[in-house]
């Protein structure tokens, strides 16, 4: 394993923290600060905290489905071809 997967590895541990980090600071702990407070300023509407997670999980579900549809329809194929080619 070199340097670079090391690094690589680090900074996508340290993106994946500060994300999580902010989303429960965003969806968790926001309510219990008062609505006037400084701290509001710096995160979307409440609302986003569920429709964003809701609408990523809606396309990588999407995303899944795709690959593993397609992935069947070619192996069907593939296999309807060698099929036709020992009978032929």
């Avoid at 926001?30 to 429709?51: G, M, Q, T, Y």
């Avoid at 809606?58 to 329809?73: D, K, P, Q, S």
Wanted: glycine share 8%.
């Amino acid at each position: 394993m070199g340097a670079s997967d090391k690094l690589l590895g680090g900074t996508m541990l340290l993106a994946a923290a500060v994300i999580f980090t902010y989303y429960t600071t965003w969806a968790m702990l926001l309510p219990f600060f008062d609505s006037s407070s400084e701290i509001h300023n710096f995160f979307p509407a409440r609302e986003w905290a569920v429709r964003l997670p809701a609408g990523i999980l809606l396309v990588g579900v999407t995303a899944i489905g795709t690959f593993v549809g397609l992935t069947i329809v070619r192996e069907n194929r593939k296999k309807a071809q060698r099929a036709r080619l020992r009978t032929a």
